[in-house]
Protein backbone atom coordinates (compact mmCIF):
# COMPACT_ATOMS: atom_id res chain seq x y z
CA UNK A 1 0.00 0.00 0.00
CA UNK A 2 2.84 1.91 -0.03
CA UNK A 3 2.26 3.31 -3.52
CA UNK A 4 -0.65 4.38 -3.48
CA UNK A 5 0.47 7.46 -2.24
CA UNK A 6 4.16 9.17 -2.77
CA UNK A 7 5.99 10.07 -0.42
CA UNK A 8 6.13 13.67 -1.36
CA UNK A 9 2.32 13.71 -0.86
CA UNK A 10 2.09 12.39 2.66
CA UNK A 11 1.55 15.00 5.09
CA UNK A 12 2.39 15.59 9.04
CA UNK A 13 0.36 13.60 11.18
CA UNK A 14 -2.43 15.37 13.09
CA UNK A 15 -2.30 15.17 16.54
CA UNK A 16 -5.07 13.35 18.22
CA UNK A 17 -6.22 15.73 19.97
CA UNK A 18 -7.69 17.76 16.76
CA UNK A 19 -10.39 14.86 16.40
CA UNK A 20 -12.61 14.16 19.05
CA UNK A 21 -12.05 10.67 18.74
CA UNK A 22 -14.81 8.42 20.98
CA UNK A 23 -12.35 5.02 20.75
CA UNK A 24 -11.49 5.64 24.46
CA UNK A 25 -14.72 5.73 25.77
CA UNK A 26 -15.55 2.33 24.47
CA UNK A 27 -12.62 0.18 24.80
CA UNK A 28 -10.09 -1.21 22.64
CA UNK A 29 -11.81 -3.99 20.84
CA UNK A 30 -14.47 -2.63 18.32
CA UNK A 31 -16.78 -4.28 15.75
CA UNK A 32 -17.60 -2.76 12.94
CA UNK A 33 -20.35 -0.10 12.58
CA UNK A 34 -21.41 0.01 8.63
CA UNK A 35 -19.06 -1.55 7.48
CA UNK A 36 -17.50 -2.34 4.20
CA UNK A 37 -14.68 -4.34 2.40
CA UNK A 38 -13.06 -4.73 -0.99
CA UNK A 39 -12.75 -7.78 -3.11
CA UNK A 40 -9.82 -9.11 -4.40
CA UNK A 41 -11.07 -10.89 -7.93
CA UNK A 42 -9.39 -8.41 -9.96
CA UNK A 43 -6.42 -5.84 -9.60
CA UNK A 44 -8.16 -3.25 -10.18
CA UNK A 45 -9.88 -2.94 -7.20
CA UNK A 46 -9.20 0.67 -6.17
CA UNK A 47 -11.70 3.01 -7.57
CA UNK A 48 -10.37 6.73 -7.37
CA UNK A 49 -7.18 8.13 -5.65
CA UNK A 50 -7.67 10.98 -2.82
CA UNK A 51 -5.54 12.95 -0.86
CA UNK A 52 -7.52 14.31 2.20
CA UNK A 53 -6.94 13.98 6.18
CA UNK A 54 -9.49 12.82 8.63
CA UNK A 55 -8.20 14.09 12.09
CA UNK A 56 -4.82 11.23 12.50
CA UNK A 57 -6.08 9.51 9.26
CA UNK A 58 -4.56 10.00 5.74
CA UNK A 59 -7.16 8.70 3.18
CA UNK A 60 -5.22 7.16 0.49
CA UNK A 61 -7.71 5.63 -1.66
CA UNK A 62 -11.87 5.98 -1.98
CA UNK A 63 -13.14 2.46 -2.44
CA UNK A 64 -16.90 3.30 -2.91
CA UNK A 65 -19.91 5.39 -1.96
CA UNK A 66 -23.08 3.92 -0.37
CA UNK A 67 -26.66 5.23 0.46
CA UNK A 68 -25.20 6.40 4.36
CA UNK A 69 -21.34 6.57 4.05
CA UNK A 70 -18.30 6.83 1.71
CA UNK A 71 -15.28 4.28 1.87
CA UNK A 72 -11.85 4.47 2.12
CA UNK A 73 -8.42 2.70 2.47
CA UNK A 74 -6.65 4.91 4.81
CA UNK A 75 -3.45 5.36 6.72
CA UNK A 76 -3.55 5.39 11.02
CA UNK A 77 -0.63 7.85 11.25
CA UNK A 78 1.64 8.35 14.43
CA UNK A 79 4.66 9.22 15.62
CA UNK A 80 8.07 8.08 14.79
CA UNK A 81 6.53 7.18 11.20
CA UNK A 82 4.34 4.76 12.57
CA UNK A 83 1.65 3.91 10.16
CA UNK A 84 -1.49 1.50 9.99
CA UNK A 85 -3.57 0.88 6.76
CA UNK A 86 -7.23 0.41 7.89
CA UNK A 87 -10.92 0.91 5.97
CA UNK A 88 -12.93 3.94 6.69
CA UNK A 89 -15.94 4.89 6.44
CA UNK A 90 -17.21 8.55 6.22
CA UNK A 91 -20.77 9.26 7.20
CA UNK A 92 -22.25 11.61 4.27
CA UNK A 93 -22.77 14.73 4.58
CA UNK A 94 -26.55 15.55 4.75
CA UNK A 95 -26.99 11.84 7.17
CA UNK A 96 -24.20 13.68 9.14
CA UNK A 97 -26.71 16.63 9.54
CA UNK A 98 -29.39 13.79 10.39
CA UNK A 99 -29.46 14.11 14.38
CA UNK A 100 -31.98 10.96 14.42
CA UNK A 101 -29.06 9.21 12.32
CA UNK A 102 -26.22 10.42 13.76
CA UNK A 103 -27.88 9.67 17.50
CA UNK A 104 -28.53 5.77 15.44
CA UNK A 105 -24.97 5.77 14.38
CA UNK A 106 -23.43 5.94 17.81
CA UNK A 107 -25.78 4.30 19.80
CA UNK A 108 -24.73 1.02 16.96
CA UNK A 109 -21.47 2.13 17.67
CA UNK A 110 -21.65 1.87 21.59
CA UNK A 111 -23.18 -1.56 21.28
CA UNK A 112 -20.15 -2.81 18.62
CA UNK A 113 -17.61 -1.25 20.88
CA UNK A 114 -18.76 -4.04 23.15
CA UNK A 115 -17.76 -7.06 21.50
CA UNK A 116 -14.33 -8.90 20.87
CA UNK A 117 -14.11 -12.09 19.43
CA UNK A 118 -11.64 -13.54 17.16
CA UNK A 119 -14.16 -13.82 14.21
CA UNK A 120 -15.74 -10.49 14.47
CA UNK A 121 -14.09 -7.75 12.30
CA UNK A 122 -12.55 -5.16 14.95
CA UNK A 123 -12.91 -1.56 15.03
CA UNK A 124 -9.98 0.71 16.32
CA UNK A 125 -11.70 3.99 16.31
CA UNK A 126 -14.64 6.22 16.24
CA UNK A 127 -14.63 9.97 15.85
CA UNK A 128 -15.53 12.96 14.57
CA UNK A 129 -13.34 15.76 12.89
CA UNK A 130 -15.81 19.04 11.79
CA UNK A 131 -19.09 17.49 12.08
CA UNK A 132 -17.80 14.62 9.90
CA UNK A 133 -18.25 10.95 11.79
CA UNK A 134 -16.31 8.13 10.69
CA UNK A 135 -15.34 4.58 11.93
CA UNK A 136 -11.88 3.05 11.02
CA UNK A 137 -12.11 -0.66 10.91
CA UNK A 138 -9.75 -3.93 10.21
CA UNK A 139 -8.26 -4.30 6.86
CA UNK A 140 -9.14 -7.70 6.32
CA UNK A 141 -6.96 -9.28 3.65
CA UNK A 142 -8.86 -12.34 1.88
CA UNK A 143 -12.04 -12.93 0.09
CA UNK A 144 -16.44 -13.32 1.08
CA UNK A 145 -17.86 -16.36 1.29
CA UNK A 146 -20.15 -14.64 -1.78
CA UNK A 147 -17.22 -14.66 -3.83
CA UNK A 148 -16.20 -17.99 -2.69
CA UNK A 149 -19.94 -19.05 -4.02
CA UNK A 150 -19.42 -17.06 -7.21
CA UNK A 151 -16.60 -18.61 -8.34
CA UNK A 152 -17.52 -22.17 -7.31
CA UNK A 153 -20.73 -21.70 -9.50
CA UNK A 154 -18.94 -20.17 -12.32
CA UNK A 155 -16.26 -22.85 -12.50
CA UNK A 156 -19.06 -25.64 -11.67
CA UNK A 157 -17.37 -27.14 -8.38
CA UNK A 158 -18.61 -27.31 -4.91
CA UNK A 159 -17.07 -27.10 -1.79
CA UNK A 160 -15.65 -29.61 0.36
CA UNK A 161 -18.35 -30.44 3.43
CA UNK A 162 -15.46 -30.20 6.04
CA UNK A 163 -14.75 -26.60 5.02
CA UNK A 164 -18.30 -25.50 4.88
CA UNK A 165 -18.82 -26.53 7.98
CA UNK A 166 -16.05 -25.06 9.71
CA UNK A 167 -16.34 -21.89 8.35
CA UNK A 168 -20.22 -22.14 9.84
CA UNK A 169 -19.15 -23.52 12.95
CA UNK A 170 -16.85 -20.41 13.28
CA UNK A 171 -19.60 -17.90 12.44
CA UNK A 172 -22.09 -19.74 14.95
CA UNK A 173 -19.31 -19.24 17.60
CA UNK A 174 -18.81 -15.76 16.69
CA UNK A 175 -22.81 -14.99 16.91
CA UNK A 176 -23.92 -16.72 19.71
CA UNK A 177 -20.78 -14.74 21.61
CA UNK A 178 -22.89 -11.82 20.19
CA UNK A 179 -26.34 -13.08 21.65
CA UNK A 180 -25.19 -13.74 24.56
CA UNK A 181 -23.25 -10.51 25.68
CA UNK A 182 -23.88 -8.76 28.43
CA UNK A 183 -23.56 -4.92 29.86
CA UNK A 184 -21.52 -3.90 32.57
CA UNK A 185 -24.20 -5.20 35.25
CA UNK A 186 -24.71 -8.38 33.71
CA UNK A 187 -27.43 -7.95 32.18
CA UNK A 188 -28.00 -9.31 28.72
CA UNK A 189 -27.89 -6.95 25.82
CA UNK A 190 -29.78 -9.44 23.68
CA UNK A 191 -28.20 -8.54 20.86
CA UNK A 192 -29.37 -9.81 17.26
CA UNK A 193 -27.18 -9.46 13.78
CA UNK A 194 -30.02 -9.51 11.36
CA UNK A 195 -27.98 -9.41 8.27
CA UNK A 196 -26.10 -12.76 8.23
CA UNK A 197 -25.45 -13.14 4.38
CA UNK A 198 -22.32 -14.11 2.33
CA UNK A 199 -21.65 -11.12 1.99
CA UNK A 200 -20.56 -10.57 5.42
CA UNK A 201 -18.45 -13.70 6.24
CA UNK A 202 -15.10 -13.08 4.67
CA UNK A 203 -12.28 -15.93 5.24
CA UNK A 204 -9.03 -13.96 6.04
CA UNK A 205 -5.94 -14.81 4.03
CA UNK A 206 -4.24 -17.14 6.50
CA UNK A 207 -8.17 -18.71 6.56
CA UNK A 208 -9.93 -17.72 9.75
CA UNK A 209 -13.95 -17.07 9.14
CA UNK A 210 -14.87 -13.69 10.36
CA UNK A 211 -18.19 -11.92 10.95
CA UNK A 212 -18.40 -8.28 9.82
CA UNK A 213 -21.33 -5.50 9.64
CA UNK A 214 -23.05 -5.13 12.90
CA UNK A 215 -24.18 -2.39 11.89
CA UNK A 216 -28.00 -2.92 11.90
CA UNK A 217 -27.56 -4.85 14.67
CA UNK A 218 -30.19 -4.21 17.67
CA UNK A 219 -29.75 -4.93 21.37
CA UNK A 220 -32.42 -3.42 24.42
CA UNK A 221 -29.69 -0.32 24.80
CA UNK A 222 -30.78 1.30 21.70
CA UNK A 223 -34.54 -0.35 20.98
CA UNK A 224 -35.93 3.34 20.84
CA UNK A 225 -34.27 4.21 18.18
CA UNK A 226 -34.21 3.15 14.89
CA UNK A 227 -33.89 4.47 11.36
CA UNK A 228 -36.81 5.29 8.95
CA UNK A 229 -38.17 1.99 7.12
CA UNK A 230 -39.23 -1.34 8.53
CA UNK A 231 -36.80 -3.95 8.05
CA UNK A 232 -33.09 -4.18 7.08
CA UNK A 233 -31.12 -6.84 5.75
CA UNK A 234 -30.87 -8.87 2.77
CA UNK A 235 -33.90 -10.34 1.67
CA UNK A 236 -32.48 -13.53 0.75
CA UNK A 237 -31.64 -14.37 3.72
CA UNK A 238 -34.36 -13.05 6.39
CA UNK A 239 -36.32 -15.02 8.71
CA UNK A 240 -40.03 -14.76 8.84
CA UNK A 241 -40.28 -12.88 11.84
CA UNK A 242 -37.78 -10.32 10.58
CA UNK A 243 -40.09 -10.06 7.41
CA UNK A 244 -42.74 -9.94 9.71
CA UNK A 245 -41.25 -7.00 11.69
CA UNK A 246 -41.91 -9.08 14.58
CA UNK A 247 -39.66 -9.30 17.68
CA UNK A 248 -36.23 -11.25 16.92
CA UNK A 249 -34.15 -13.31 18.94
CA UNK A 250 -31.02 -15.47 18.07
CA UNK A 251 -33.19 -17.46 16.32
CA UNK A 252 -33.56 -14.85 13.63
CA UNK A 253 -29.49 -15.38 13.24
CA UNK A 254 -29.89 -19.38 13.51
CA UNK A 255 -32.49 -18.91 10.05
CA UNK A 256 -30.25 -16.81 8.18
CA UNK A 257 -26.73 -18.90 9.06
CA UNK A 258 -28.94 -22.16 7.76
CA UNK A 259 -29.61 -20.15 4.69
CA UNK A 260 -25.98 -19.43 4.66
CA UNK A 261 -24.64 -23.12 4.65
CA UNK A 262 -27.35 -24.51 2.73
CA UNK A 263 -25.91 -21.61 -0.28
CA UNK A 264 -22.35 -22.25 0.52
CA UNK A 265 -22.90 -26.45 -0.22
CA UNK A 266 -25.22 -26.25 -2.84
CA UNK A 267 -24.63 -22.85 -4.84
CA UNK A 268 -27.94 -22.34 -5.31
CA UNK A 269 -30.42 -20.31 -2.66
CA UNK A 270 -33.39 -22.54 -0.47
CA UNK A 271 -35.95 -19.06 -1.32
CA UNK A 272 -36.06 -17.69 -4.66
CA UNK A 273 -38.30 -15.56 -6.58
CA UNK A 274 -38.61 -13.59 -9.93
CA UNK A 275 -39.20 -10.34 -7.35
CA UNK A 276 -38.04 -9.02 -4.24
CA UNK A 277 -41.84 -9.87 -2.79
CA UNK A 278 -42.06 -13.23 -4.65
CA UNK A 279 -38.77 -14.26 -2.50
CA UNK A 280 -40.13 -13.06 0.68
CA UNK A 281 -43.39 -14.73 0.24
CA UNK A 282 -41.18 -17.98 -0.78
CA UNK A 283 -39.61 -17.62 2.80
CA UNK A 284 -42.79 -17.41 4.79
CA UNK A 285 -45.47 -20.08 2.87
CA UNK A 286 -42.84 -22.69 0.86
CA UNK A 287 -40.32 -24.84 2.41
CA UNK A 288 -36.86 -25.03 0.84
CA UNK A 289 -35.76 -28.05 -1.24
CA UNK A 290 -33.63 -30.56 0.75
CA UNK A 291 -30.06 -29.83 -0.28
CA UNK A 292 -29.50 -33.46 -1.32
CA UNK A 293 -32.44 -32.82 -4.48
CA UNK A 294 -29.56 -30.34 -5.67
CA UNK A 295 -25.97 -32.20 -4.97
CA UNK A 296 -26.63 -35.86 -4.94
CA UNK A 297 -23.68 -36.41 -2.43
CA UNK A 298 -25.08 -34.26 0.21
CA UNK A 299 -24.50 -35.55 3.50
CA UNK A 300 -27.65 -36.48 5.80
CA UNK A 301 -26.26 -34.94 8.80
CA UNK A 302 -25.74 -31.43 6.92
CA UNK A 303 -29.07 -31.93 5.44
CA UNK A 304 -31.00 -32.30 8.59
CA UNK A 305 -28.70 -29.13 10.01
CA UNK A 306 -29.49 -27.13 7.39
CA UNK A 307 -33.56 -28.14 7.14
CA UNK A 308 -33.44 -27.27 11.11
CA UNK A 309 -31.86 -23.78 11.02
CA UNK A 310 -34.64 -22.76 8.20
CA UNK A 311 -37.72 -24.05 9.58
CA UNK A 312 -40.19 -21.78 10.16
CA UNK A 313 -41.49 -22.12 13.73
CA UNK A 314 -38.27 -20.32 15.08
CA UNK A 315 -39.42 -22.99 18.31
CA UNK A 316 -38.53 -25.79 15.80
CA UNK A 317 -34.82 -24.65 15.29
CA UNK A 318 -32.10 -24.26 17.17
CA UNK A 319 -32.41 -22.65 20.30
CA UNK A 320 -29.45 -21.06 19.78
CA UNK A 321 -26.07 -20.71 17.79
CA UNK A 322 -24.05 -22.53 20.24
CA UNK A 323 -25.78 -25.52 19.68
CA UNK A 324 -25.44 -24.75 15.88
CA UNK A 325 -21.69 -24.87 16.26
CA UNK A 326 -22.25 -27.94 18.23
CA UNK A 327 -24.07 -30.06 15.54
CA UNK A 328 -21.27 -28.82 13.14
CA UNK A 329 -18.80 -29.83 15.06
CA UNK A 330 -20.46 -33.00 15.56
CA UNK A 331 -19.76 -33.35 11.90
CA UNK A 332 -16.48 -32.44 11.42
CA UNK A 333 -15.55 -35.50 14.10
CA UNK A 334 -16.81 -37.86 11.84
CA UNK A 335 -14.69 -36.69 8.79
CA UNK A 336 -11.63 -35.64 8.50
CA UNK A 337 -10.41 -32.92 10.38
CA UNK A 338 -9.87 -29.31 8.70
CA UNK A 339 -8.47 -25.90 10.28
CA UNK A 340 -7.58 -22.70 9.44
CA UNK A 341 -4.77 -23.69 6.84
CA UNK A 342 -7.01 -25.94 4.93
CA UNK A 343 -9.26 -22.95 4.59
CA UNK A 344 -6.96 -21.05 3.56
CA UNK A 345 -5.28 -23.45 0.90
CA UNK A 346 -8.73 -24.23 -0.75
CA UNK A 347 -9.33 -20.68 -0.87
CA UNK A 348 -6.30 -20.17 -2.39
CA UNK A 349 -7.12 -22.91 -5.13
CA UNK A 350 -9.88 -21.88 -5.73
CA UNK A 351 -9.57 -17.84 -6.02
CA UNK A 352 -5.90 -17.73 -7.39
CA UNK A 353 -4.34 -16.36 -3.79
CA UNK A 354 -1.79 -17.17 -2.26
CA UNK A 355 -3.00 -18.30 1.68
CA UNK A 356 -0.44 -15.49 2.95
CA UNK A 357 0.32 -13.71 0.34
CA UNK A 358 0.17 -10.30 -1.20
CA UNK A 359 -1.68 -8.00 0.63
CA UNK A 360 -5.03 -7.09 -0.66
CA UNK A 361 -8.51 -5.26 -0.06
CA UNK A 362 -10.79 -7.66 1.69
CA UNK A 363 -13.55 -9.22 0.31
CA UNK A 364 -16.22 -7.13 -0.92
CA UNK A 365 -17.10 -6.34 -4.15
CA UNK A 366 -18.46 -2.68 -4.98
CA UNK A 367 -21.55 -4.13 -6.63
CA UNK A 368 -21.54 -8.06 -6.76
CA UNK A 369 -23.73 -10.30 -9.13
CA UNK A 370 -24.75 -12.04 -6.11
CA UNK A 371 -25.93 -9.13 -3.84
CA UNK A 372 -27.24 -6.86 -7.04
CA UNK A 373 -29.62 -9.58 -7.95
CA UNK A 374 -30.73 -10.76 -5.06
CA UNK A 375 -31.51 -7.13 -3.99
CA UNK A 376 -33.48 -6.59 -7.37
CA UNK A 377 -35.24 -9.70 -6.67
CA UNK A 378 -33.68 -11.75 -9.24
CA UNK A 379 -32.80 -15.86 -8.02
CA UNK A 380 -29.74 -17.12 -9.17
CA UNK A 381 -29.60 -19.45 -11.81
CA UNK A 382 -30.16 -22.96 -9.78
CA UNK A 383 -27.93 -25.56 -10.15
CA UNK A 384 -28.68 -28.40 -11.42
CA UNK A 385 -27.53 -31.53 -9.19
CA UNK A 386 -24.19 -33.10 -10.47
CA UNK A 387 -23.66 -30.16 -12.62
CA UNK A 388 -20.86 -28.35 -10.63
CA UNK A 389 -18.15 -30.81 -10.35
CA UNK A 390 -18.63 -33.27 -7.54
CA UNK A 391 -16.34 -32.96 -4.54
CA UNK A 392 -13.30 -35.27 -4.20
CA UNK A 393 -12.67 -38.11 -1.72
CA UNK A 394 -10.53 -36.37 1.19
CA UNK A 395 -7.35 -38.78 1.88
CA UNK A 396 -5.65 -35.99 4.07
CA UNK A 397 -6.93 -32.88 5.97
CA UNK A 398 -4.86 -30.68 3.36
CA UNK A 399 -6.27 -32.60 0.00
CA UNK A 400 -9.31 -30.92 -0.23
CA UNK A 401 -9.65 -29.90 -3.75
CA UNK A 402 -9.10 -31.65 -7.09
CA UNK A 403 -8.82 -30.20 -10.28
CA UNK A 404 -11.46 -31.44 -12.78
CA UNK A 405 -8.57 -31.94 -15.15
CA UNK A 406 -5.31 -33.35 -13.85
CA UNK A 407 -2.35 -32.23 -15.57
CA UNK A 408 -1.13 -34.00 -19.10
CA UNK A 409 1.74 -36.25 -18.57
CA UNK A 410 3.93 -38.29 -20.74
CA UNK A 411 6.43 -37.39 -23.79
CA UNK A 412 3.11 -36.02 -25.94
CA UNK A 413 2.45 -33.42 -23.63
CA UNK A 414 5.01 -30.51 -24.43
CA UNK A 415 3.38 -30.92 -28.04
CA UNK A 416 -0.25 -30.80 -27.12
CA UNK A 417 0.38 -27.55 -25.33
CA UNK A 418 2.43 -25.91 -28.48
CA UNK A 419 -0.77 -27.29 -30.19
CA UNK A 420 -3.02 -25.71 -27.71
CA UNK A 421 -1.43 -22.56 -27.75
CA UNK A 422 -1.08 -21.88 -31.36
CA UNK A 423 -4.95 -23.04 -32.01
CA UNK A 424 -5.51 -20.21 -28.83
CA UNK A 425 -3.29 -17.33 -31.05
CA UNK A 426 -5.55 -17.95 -34.29
CA UNK A 427 -8.62 -18.11 -32.34
CA UNK A 428 -7.63 -14.63 -30.53
CA UNK A 429 -6.15 -13.12 -33.91
CA UNK A 430 -9.05 -14.48 -35.54
CA UNK A 431 -11.74 -12.31 -32.83
CA UNK A 432 -9.47 -9.35 -32.85
CA UNK A 433 -10.03 -8.81 -36.12
CA UNK A 434 -13.60 -9.60 -36.73
CA UNK A 435 -14.08 -7.01 -33.47
CA UNK A 436 -12.09 -4.67 -35.50
CA UNK A 437 -13.83 -4.62 -38.86
CA UNK A 438 -17.37 -5.36 -37.13
CA UNK A 439 -19.76 -1.90 -37.14
CA UNK A 440 -19.39 -0.29 -33.75
CA UNK A 441 -22.71 -1.02 -31.67
CA UNK A 442 -24.71 0.80 -29.99
CA UNK A 443 -23.53 1.07 -26.30
CA UNK A 444 -26.01 -1.07 -23.77
CA UNK A 445 -28.05 0.68 -21.24
CA UNK A 446 -26.86 -0.94 -17.89
CA UNK A 447 -27.23 -0.27 -14.36
CA UNK A 448 -24.40 1.44 -12.99
CA UNK A 449 -22.66 -0.10 -10.04
CA UNK A 450 -22.86 1.13 -6.74
CA UNK A 451 -21.19 -0.30 -3.53
CA UNK A 452 -24.00 -2.09 -1.80
CA UNK A 453 -24.95 -0.91 1.16
CA UNK A 454 -27.21 -1.49 4.74
CA UNK A 455 -30.72 -2.83 2.81
CA UNK A 456 -33.70 -0.55 4.35
CA UNK A 457 -37.16 -1.88 3.47
CA UNK A 458 -40.71 -2.08 4.73
CA UNK A 459 -41.77 -5.73 4.91
CA UNK A 460 -43.63 -6.92 2.05
CA UNK A 461 -46.14 -9.66 2.16
CA UNK A 462 -49.10 -10.73 -0.07
CA UNK A 463 -50.76 -9.00 1.63
CA UNK A 464 -50.05 -4.94 1.81
CA UNK A 465 -51.80 -4.01 5.26
CA UNK A 466 -48.78 -5.52 6.95
CA UNK A 467 -46.40 -3.26 6.09
CA UNK A 468 -44.91 -1.46 8.75
CA UNK A 469 -44.63 1.94 8.29
CA UNK A 470 -42.87 4.56 10.91
CA UNK A 471 -43.33 8.12 11.83
CA UNK A 472 -40.48 10.46 13.57
CA UNK A 473 -41.96 13.06 16.29
CA UNK A 474 -38.40 14.52 17.03
CA UNK A 475 -36.48 11.78 18.88
CA UNK A 476 -39.56 9.70 19.05
CA UNK A 477 -40.02 7.24 16.86
CA UNK A 478 -44.19 6.14 16.94
CA UNK A 479 -44.78 3.25 14.90
CA UNK A 480 -47.97 2.33 13.25
CA UNK A 481 -49.23 -0.31 10.65
CA UNK A 482 -51.42 1.40 7.52
CA UNK A 483 -52.74 -0.10 4.21
CA UNK A 484 -50.58 1.00 1.86
CA UNK A 485 -49.32 0.21 -1.75
CA UNK A 486 -46.41 -2.44 -1.15
CA UNK A 487 -44.88 -1.73 -4.74
CA UNK A 488 -44.67 1.83 -3.52
CA UNK A 489 -42.90 1.75 -0.35
CA UNK A 490 -40.74 -1.29 -1.19
CA UNK A 491 -36.76 -0.67 -1.07
CA UNK A 492 -34.10 -2.00 -3.50
CA UNK A 493 -30.91 -1.71 -3.69
CA UNK A 494 -29.87 1.44 -5.92
CA UNK A 495 -26.99 -0.90 -8.01
CA UNK A 496 -30.45 -2.28 -10.13
CA UNK A 497 -31.51 2.11 -10.85
CA UNK A 498 -31.69 1.56 -14.97
CA UNK A 499 -31.28 4.94 -17.15
CA UNK A 500 -34.96 5.80 -19.07
CA UNK A 501 -35.25 3.40 -21.62
CA UNK A 502 -36.93 4.56 -24.93
CA UNK A 503 -40.16 2.81 -25.45
CA UNK A 504 -41.46 2.54 -29.45
CA UNK A 505 -44.97 3.13 -29.99
CA UNK A 506 -47.31 0.39 -30.28
CA UNK A 507 -47.37 -1.28 -33.74
CA UNK A 508 -45.16 -0.42 -36.67
CA UNK A 509 -45.50 2.76 -39.01
CA UNK A 510 -43.61 5.55 -40.64
CA UNK A 511 -45.35 7.70 -37.80
CA UNK A 512 -44.48 5.78 -35.02
CA UNK A 513 -41.69 7.27 -32.53
CA UNK A 514 -39.88 6.48 -29.38
CA UNK A 515 -40.71 8.16 -26.55
CA UNK A 516 -38.88 8.53 -23.59
CA UNK A 517 -40.49 7.21 -20.11
CA UNK A 518 -39.02 9.46 -17.16
CA UNK A 519 -39.33 7.86 -13.35
CA UNK A 520 -41.66 10.52 -11.43
CA UNK A 521 -42.54 10.68 -7.54
CA UNK A 522 -46.02 12.47 -6.81
CA UNK A 523 -46.31 13.62 -3.36
CA UNK A 524 -49.58 13.32 -0.86
CA UNK A 525 -49.25 15.76 1.93
CA UNK A 526 -51.18 18.57 4.04
CA UNK A 527 -50.31 21.81 1.91
CA UNK A 528 -47.10 23.65 3.98
CA UNK A 529 -44.49 20.44 3.93
CA UNK A 530 -41.75 21.21 2.93
CA UNK A 531 -40.62 17.93 0.58
CA UNK A 532 -37.50 16.28 0.49
CA UNK A 533 -35.83 13.72 -2.06
CA UNK A 534 -32.57 12.05 -1.16
CA UNK A 535 -31.47 14.49 1.30
CA UNK A 536 -32.41 17.59 -1.25
CA UNK A 537 -35.13 20.39 -0.95
CA UNK A 538 -37.07 19.76 -4.10
CA UNK A 539 -40.32 22.12 -2.65
CA UNK A 540 -43.28 22.74 -0.44
CA UNK A 541 -46.58 20.85 -1.18
CA UNK A 542 -48.69 21.42 -3.27
CA UNK A 543 -45.50 20.42 -5.32
CA UNK A 544 -45.85 18.69 -9.11
CA UNK A 545 -44.29 14.93 -9.43
CA UNK A 546 -40.99 15.38 -9.59
CA UNK A 547 -38.31 13.62 -11.89
CA UNK A 548 -36.04 11.15 -10.35
CA UNK A 549 -33.76 7.90 -11.74
CA UNK A 550 -35.11 4.63 -11.31
CA UNK A 551 -34.31 2.90 -8.09
CA UNK A 552 -35.38 3.63 -4.84
CA UNK A 553 -35.04 7.20 -3.15
CA UNK A 554 -35.84 8.39 0.10
CA UNK A 555 -38.80 10.83 0.53
CA UNK A 556 -38.51 12.94 3.71
CA UNK A 557 -41.60 15.35 4.81
CA UNK A 558 -41.46 18.14 7.60
CA UNK A 559 -44.08 20.17 8.46
CA UNK A 560 -46.88 20.53 11.56
CA UNK A 561 -44.07 19.68 13.96
CA UNK A 562 -43.12 16.38 12.83
CA UNK A 563 -41.11 14.60 10.24
CA UNK A 564 -42.44 11.78 7.70
CA UNK A 565 -39.65 9.49 6.14
CA UNK A 566 -40.96 7.32 3.16
CA UNK A 567 -38.79 4.61 0.90
CA UNK A 568 -40.30 4.60 -2.50
CA UNK A 569 -39.02 2.83 -5.52
CA UNK A 570 -39.58 3.49 -9.40
CA UNK A 571 -38.65 1.49 -12.03
CA UNK A 572 -38.79 2.06 -15.83
CA UNK A 573 -41.92 -1.08 -15.79
CA UNK A 574 -43.71 0.96 -12.57
CA UNK A 575 -42.05 4.34 -13.31
CA UNK A 576 -44.85 6.59 -11.34
CA UNK A 577 -44.89 6.39 -7.62
CA UNK A 578 -46.72 8.67 -4.63
CA UNK A 579 -44.69 8.98 -1.22
CA UNK A 580 -47.79 9.62 1.39
CA UNK A 581 -47.54 12.10 4.42
Known amino acids: MAGLCSPQARQR ?13 FGRSLVPVLTWTLETSSCCCILSPVEERLGRYRLLQKLATGGMAEVFLAAAEGPQGF ?16 PQFTGMFLDEARLAAMLEHPNIVQIFDLGEVNGQYF ?30 AFIMAKVA ?56 GAIKGKFAYMSPE ?47 EPPSSRRPDYPKEIEAICLRCMAKDPQARFRNCRELEEALDAF ?17 RVLGAAPDGTPGPATEPVASDSQAGQKAGISPQRTAPGHPASEPPLKTGKTLLAQPNGPVEGKGAGLLLLLALAVSLLAAAAIALWLHLRPEPEPPSVAP ?8 AAPVEVTPQDVLVQEVRGAETVRDVRSVDPVAQLEVSPADRLEPQDHAAKGPGPGAQARKVFPTIAFAAPAGVSVFIDGRMVGTTPLAPQRVSAGSHRVE ?3 NGKVVVRFVVVTNRAPHATARW
Open 242 to 288: QIRGQVLDARSDVFAAGVCLYELTTLSRPFGGQSDIMTLSAIINESP
Open 557 to 559: FRG
Open 135 to 164: IAMEYVRGHSIAQLIRTLRKDRRFIPFPIA
Open 332 to 348: LATTNRVGERDVAEFVS
Open 13 to 25: WWPADQSRTLAGC
Open 83 to 98: EKTVVLKRVLPHLAQD
Open 449 to 456: LVTPNDVI
Open 173 to 228: AALHYAHTLCDKTGRPLNIVHRDVSPDNIIISNSGVPKLIDFGIAKAITNEQRTQA
